[in-house]
């Protein structure tokens, strides 16, 4: 027995030492030869496996192959977005193999967000939920998820969540938080030359007559009530008082793009948002009210190194669009916003807003803390204007409305609240009172004493 292990062991080592002969020794016994493992591994290398592109988180790890057909991708939108940054950039990006692309993506944020997606549409909803995650003054995209794969994209009409672009461009023109005006149930020009676009052509359309989503009757309107409550003709009146293309440009600054990738229609009704937008423009948007009036452009991709090792970057671009202090004030009232309404906040300081479509075509939520910023479309995937969001059931729930603090208000409620778990909290820059509290020309009317 002893003798036969012993040959087993001879046999074996020797085994091993003409193996690692033949690695060292290729045919022609040159030694100075790169070793036949080299070429076995840049064998592996070139083999139809290896060259599949890949997506990679911000850590490094593999997120999933990316073949250019998002049909199959466990994130959709994700694959969607990249596909489209690589067609901008490059269109023969898309035909090559062995792409390794960087992304910003944090994984477990991307996993909450879906979750948060998951636990209230689903998949098989005719009805489309979408929600990016943005970092504050980096444009760092941390998730973007989708219920699921929307094929003609995410543009939606953004709503009511247009309405802080005219709070800001007022905030910068001198308004106060509490200026305002009389504002009545329905709201109509009441001359062609109202509204003027950034052209200096006049735009109003006096055929069309504004209402109010709530009946509460004439009453005066400040800067901070009016956002709160959502007041349509509170915001056509301080549009046609700021200007139009004030609000629009001020908008575009924030980092608003249309869906479509035209310039943004010039409508009277802009902050009320007639826009299709896609929530990575909406988010990236009030990102930069939360980084201050820092805005960057939005980042998901870092860098693309192709099969033979050559990298292509992907810098972040930024740059003030805001005065500081009128960023906070903002803030200021959307603070308010998110705590006056049904969602009740996050746990710890946040600042949002809802946003309904017309008669409930489109719903949105966006919102954000110092640090994070998120927002959250939703609407059906047939065509909004065919099939609003009244009577409808998403999620195995029936809404006879879904508004903004509904479903999309939820979502970014769940996910934000488990992306931030753990973290330190941040805190707002406090407004000027001095600055911006109060009223200055256009003051609440004296209340008459009681004799």
């Not at 493992?37 to 997120?63: H, M, N, Q, T």
């Not at 998002?70 to 994130?75: E, G, I, K, V």
């Not at 995650?133 to 009409?157: C, F, H, N, W, Y």
């Not at 109003?204 to 509460?216: G, L, T, W």
Request: glycine share 10%; hydrophobic share 40%.
């Amino acid at each position: 027995m002893k003798a036969f292990l012993g040959f087993l062991g001879v046999a074996t080592l020797g085994a091993v030492v003409a193996v690692f002969v033949l690695l060292r020794s290729p045919a022609g016994g040159n030694g100075d030869k790169e070793p036949v493992a080299s070429v076995s591994i840049a064998a592996a290398s070139a083999s139809p496996a290896a060259r599949k592109s890949v997506l990679l988180d911000a850590e490094g790890a593999v997120i999933e192959e990316f073949s250019g057909d998002c049909t199959d991708s466990r994130y959709p939108y994700l694959c969607r977005y990249v596909e489209g940054r690589l067609l901008a950039e490059d269109p023969q990006l898309l035909t090559r193999d062995g792409l390794t692309i960087q992304t910003t993506i944090d994984q477990r944020l991307q996993r909450t967000a879906q979750q948060a997606v998951d636990a209230y549409v689903h998949r098989d909803d005719p009805q489309v939920a979408t929600q990016v995650v943005i970092v504050p003054g980096e444009g760092v995209v941390k998730a973007m998820v989708t219920s699921r794969d929307p094929a003609d994209g995410p543009g939606l009409q953004q709503g009511t969540t247009a309405m802080p672009y005219a709070l800001a461009a007022a905030l910068a023109a001198g308004w106060r938080y509490d200026d305002g005006f009389f504002v009545g149930e329905a709201y109509r020009p009441q001359r062609f030359s109202a509204f003027k676009d950034c052209a200096g052509r006049s735009v109003a359309d006096m055929a069309v007559k504004i209402h109010n989503r709530k009946k509460v009757g004439a009453r005066f309107v400040t800067l901070r009530s009016g956002t709160r409550d959502a007041v349509n003709t509170f915001f056509m009146q301080l549009q046609e008082k700021v200007g139009l293309c004030e609000t629009i440009q001020m908008a575009q600054r924030l980092g608003l793009r249309s869906a479509d990738g035209k310039p943004l229609q010039e409508f009277e009704t802009f902050p009320l948002g007639i826009a299709k937008a896609d929530p990575v423009s909406v988010a990236n948007s009030y990102a930069s009210l939360a980084a201050r009036g820092r805005f960057c452009e939005p980042r998901v991709i870092t860098e693309i190194q192709d099969g033979s090792g050559a990298v292509r970057a992907f810098p972040a671009h930024c740059e003030q669009v805001l005065d500081p202090a009128v960023a906070d004030a903002v803030t200021g009232v959307l603070k308010d916003v998110l705590a006056k309404s049904t969602l009740k906040g996050i746990g710890r300081e946040a600042a949002g807003m809802p946003g309904h479509g017309d008669i409930f075509r489109t719903a949105w939520f966006a919102g954000y803390t110092p640090g994070l910023a998120s927002a959250v479309s939703l609407g059906d995937s047939r065509d909004p204007l065919r099939h609003p969001l009244v009577d409808v059931t998403i999620g195995g729930r029936r809404y006879s409305r879904v508004d903004g603090t509904s479903v999309p208000g939820l979502i970014w409620k769940k996910a934000m609240t488990e992306a931030l778990r753990g973290t330190q909290e941040t805190r707002f820059v406090r407004p000027d009172a001095e600055r911006f509290g109060g009223c200055r020309d256009a003051c609440p009317p004296p209340v008459p004493r009681r004799r």
